[in-house]
Each structure stands twice: as structure tokens, then as C-alpha cells.
């Protein structure tokens, strides 16, 4: 293993077996022995990558795409059928909500349960229970029984423990999605701080916003294939590319089977609504963004009732990504933007009212948005 390196994966392959009528008795394995049926699903294939020691890094991918499977074989819960994995250092993870506690013991007592399975002697956890908790801020309630904690109560215990073990690699799995948003920010400043040191972090998330700002480096696994890896802004962008076009074949699918009934959404970005538009400006420019299931969606704007022509399309990326994270990336446009140029000196003096609809390919409506506007002098 080279020096530099806190984990090295080698031509790395992992299969579940998937049995399905699974005989239940002794009696049912005689009498079914023939029926049962037994499939092997490839999680991951032929996966070869490195992570230098000090890296942060951010595994990406669309659900079932393997990133979970990759980061629970790296903490050798699991194990390759073909390959290997080796890390070098200390090793702490966060995978499952309230792993490693026992939910009839108190708080208190599961720091010292789940810090123990990290590798430290009793003195040294009493040495940080108390930073522990503070950095957990559950002083109120680390006494009571680990089942009465919520599952935002879980999150915060476990990373209060992972961060404080002085591990060379931490593994973070999504589990920083069940927070609040305060003590979220928290996690990631404190992520911030690891990262300028000489931690090795590894994160699965779906927040593409946390990989560009947090991450040295993204790895796009796709449909269990190592696909990329590099800088996260241009890993991130191939990404949501390879999502819309898979999700144009999906509704390609649903069309032929005629089930076109779509999602979307649309906004209108400006003006905004009861905005006061003074009688000398001429010329009013209208624009937002919608997103939608059909591949051939089209943006309608109206005025007081009246149709304006000349929308244009234009690309939207923040759009994208945030619509990627909240709904899982089933927005096929390639330019959800919209603009338009509408020449306000018909318009009277007072309030006038802005209609948005995305029609499908069938023009029928899938959303439509609305709001009032003043000219004023």
C-alpha cells in the first residue's frame, strides 16, 4: 500500500445473493427443493480507486447506485467478493442512525459503550465525555434512555462521538440529513475545521452543494461502475447531465404507455409579487424557471389574460442541482430557465396580474404560477 495513500481499492467487485420462496422448514426444503430461485445481484463492479491521506472526499450517485455498499466496504462491515480494499489509520464511520447504542442505556452510557468500539481506554473517554456532550448540546438529556431520543437526538450523539475519537479516517453516510438545520451547519463548520487538518474524510451525500463547497474531489459511481472522479464542480455537472438523460428515457417510456400525467414546478423569479413597477419603465422583463417530468414541456406567458409571445430558454444549473437534491433529479429539461420582453404602455395605472403555465406535449396544463404587480407613478 502506498504511504501516501488512507485507502486503496483494487479491482474491487461485491454481489448480493438474492433468494426468493426461501423454504422455511424442513419439510418445505424437501417438498420445494426445485422451486427455489436464487439471483446474484452485482452491487459494484471492478471498482479501482485511490484516497490520499488528508483528502476529503464525496462519494455521488443516484439511489442504488452503489455509494453506501462502497463506504460500508471500506469500514469492513462488509467484504469484497473480488479485490480489495485496504485503509491505513484509525477508522470511524457514521453509517446507520444508532449504531453501536443500546437503546435501554442512557446517553451518558452509550458515549462510553460506542467510544470503547472505537478503540479508547476509559480515562481517555473521560477525558472528552464532557466535550462530548457539549458539542452534542443534549446536557438536558444525557441521562434519559437512548430509545426516548428522536432521531435528530441519534445524529447528534453519534457524530459528538466520531469527531471526537481522534481518527485518521472518518466515513459519513448521509446521516447528517436527519438534522436540524443549526446543528447541521455546526457538523459541516466542524467538517470544515478536519478538513484543514490531517483527517481523511469520506462522505455520501446528496447535497451537491456541500460536496462543491466542502470536497476536494467528487467520485461518481453509476449504476455500481466507477464513472468519474475529479473536480467536484465538473464531476457534479457530468452528473446531472447523465440524470436528465436518463430520465428523458423514462418518460420516453411513459409516453408510448400513455401514462403522461407529469409533475412540475414553476416560479417566476421577476418581478416579484405585489412589486411596484413605476409608469416610466417601458419595457417590463419577466423571467424564472420550471421543471417537469415531460420531455417536451413548454412555458405560456400571460398578461391581464393576454398571451405574450417570445419566450426564450436558457440554462439553469442552480435549478438543477436543487431540484436534483429535493426530488431526486426527475426534471428532464435542459434549459429550464425562461425570459421574456413585454412592452408595458398599454398597461394602466394599478395592479395587473402575471400568469405562468407549463403546458406538456399534448399541451395540457402540468403547473402554472400567479402573481399581481402594480404600476404606479
Known amino acids: 500500500m502506498d504511504k501516501n495513500n488512507a485507502i ?3 479491482n474491487m467487485s461485491k454481489r448480493f445473493k438474492m433468494q426468493y420462496d426461501k423454504p422455511q422448514t424442513l419439510k418445505e426444503r424437501i417438498v420445494f427443493k426445485r422451486n427455489n430461485k436464487m439471483e446474484y445481484h452485482d452491487v459494484l463492479k471492478n471498482i479501482s480507486l485511490d484516497i ?3 483528502e476529503t472526499v464525496a462519494l455521488i450517485g443516484t439511489n442504488g447506485s452503489g455509494k453506501s455498499t462502497l463506504l460500508k466496504l471500506m469500514t469492513k462491515i462488509i467484504y469484497p467478493n473480488d479485490g480489495s ?6 477508522l470511524t464511520s457514521l453509517l446507520e442512525l444508532g449504531a453501536g447504542f443500546h437503546p435501554d442505556f ?3 452510557e452509550n458515549i ?7 478503540g479508547l481506554t476509559r480515562s481517555q473517554i473521560e477525558n472528552r465525555v464532557d466535550d462530548i456532550i457539549k458539542f452534542s448540546e443534549l446536557e438536558e438529556f444525557i441521562d434519559n434512555p437512548i430509545r426516548t431520543y428522536s432521531s435528530g437526538m441519534y445524529m447528534r ?3 459528538s462521538i466520531a469527531i471526537n475519537v481522534d481518527a485518521d479516517i472518518l466515513l459519513i453516510d448521509e446521516i447528517l440529513a436527519v438534522g436540524d438545520q443549526h446543528f447541521t451547519e455546526k457538523c459541516y463548520d466542524k467538517l470544515g475545521e478536519l478538513k484543514n487538518s490531517d483527517k481523511t474524510i469520506v462522505i455520501v451525500t446528496h447535497s451537491l452543494d456541500v460536496v462543491k463547497s466542502l470536497c476536494d474531489r467528487a467520485i461518481w459511481i453509476y449504476k455500481g461502475e466507477f464513472r468519474l472522479d475529479g473536480d467536484p464542480t465538473y464531476v457534479i455537472e457530468e452528473y446531472l447531465k447523465q440524470v436528465r438523460l436518463d430520465h428523458k428515457e423514462e418518460v420516453k417510456k411513459m409516453q408510448i404507455e400513455e401514462k403522461d400525467k407529469y409533475k412540475g414546478i ?3 423569479d421577476t418581478p416579484r409579487a405585489f412589486a411596484s413597477i413605476n409608469v416610466s419603465v417601458k419595457q417590463l422583463e419577466i423571467r424564472g424557471w420550471e421543471l417537469s417530468e415531460s420531455v417536451n414541456s413548454k412555458v405560456v406567458v400571460s398578461v391581464d389574460g393576454k398571451k405574450i409571445d417570445g419566450v426564450t ?6 435549478v438543477l442541482m436543487t431540484y436534483e437534491e429535493q426530488y431526486g433529479g426527475y426534471a428532464s429539461n435542459d434549459l429550464p430557465g425562461w425570459i421574456i420582453q413585454f412592452d408595458t404602455v398599454s398597461l394602466h395605472l394599478g395592479h395587473h396580474t402575471i400568469l405562468v403555465e407549463v403546458l406538456d406535449h399534448k399541451d395540457r396544463l402540468i403547473c402554472n404560477k400567479e402573481i399581481t404587480f402594480q404600476i404606479s407613478e
Open 157 to 159: 450523539l453519534a457524530f
Open 52 to 54: 490520499k491521506k488528508g
Open 112 to 118: 462510553y459503550f460506542n467510544a470503547s468500539i472505537f
Open 85 to 90: 480494499i485496504e485503509t491505513h489509520g484509525k
Open 266 to 268: 414553476v416560479f417566476i
Open 106 to 108: 442512557t446517553g451518558r
Open 313 to 318: 430558454r436558457h440554462d439553469r444549473p442552480d
Open 8 to 10: 486503496e481499492v483494487r
